[in-house]
């Protein structure tokens, strides 16, 4: 797998998603549901208008694979 090379960046946003996320949905976190989703509406938006999505590389298939890498990545 892996065929594409990412953007450090764009990788890290991605990876920091799930770990957002995962602090979301865990009920013992101490984060604020407000704050939670508010960072990843922010994660989401920096994701989605990446430049990388722009150039030839930004397939359907390169998105579910940045998704795959970020999950392994945070550890999911």
């Known amino acids: 797998m892996d065929a594409h090379d990412f953007p450090l960046d764009l990788l890290r946003a991605q990876t920091s998603w799930y770990t957002a996320y995962r602090r979301l949905a865990d009920p013992a976190s101490a984060i604020s549901p407000t ?3 508010r960072e990843l509406l922010e994660l989401s938006s920096r994701i989605a208008a990446h430049p990388f999505w722009s150039s030839p590389a930004g ?3 390169a998105r579910m694979e940045l998704k795959e890498l970020a999950q392994r990545e945070a550890g999911q």
Do not use: Q, S
């Open 35 to 37: 704050v939670g989703r």
């Open 59 to 61: 397939t359907p298939a």
